[in-house]
């Protein structure tokens, strides 16, 4: 089973920037379209941003120009760079393939905040 480590996370300022990581399990992780999701408590889970294998991306409309996904398969790892940071991106951050599947790492908190 894949496992996800989601580091990166932490206090920003508004139009701050933060990059967050998310390291997987698993020797063929370079074939799987891989997903950046977030959730606000009480909220459902939602979809920020995805990579397909051969590194296509899809954004959010909320957070588009904003926020650039990225990988690196001979490190298992998918990035999530972000930018001008607004108090509505502040979340727990989580990675997981796209379509989601099996658990779901700790997540990174990221908090947009004065």
């Known amino acids: 089973q894949v496992q996800f480590v989601e580091s990166g996370g932490g206090l920003v300022q508004p139009g701050g920037s933060l990059r967050l990581s998310c390291a997987a399990s698993g020797s063929i992780f370079r074939i799987y379209a891989m997903g950046w999701y977030r959730q606000v408590p009480g909220k459902q889970r939602d979809l920020v941003a995805k990579?397909?294998?051969?590194?296509?991306?899809n954004y959010a409309d909320s957070v588009k120009g904003r926020f650039t996904v990225s990988r690196d398969n001979a490190k298992n790892t998918v990035y999530l760079q972000m930018n001008s940071l607004k108090p509505e991106d502040t979340a727990v951050y989580y990675c997981?393939?796209?379509?989601?599947?099996?658990?779901w790492g700790q997540g990174t908190l990221v908090t947009v905040s004065e």
């Open positions: 990579i397909t294998s051969d590194s296509s991306t």
């Open positions: 997981n393939r796209y379509p989601f599947v099996g658990a």
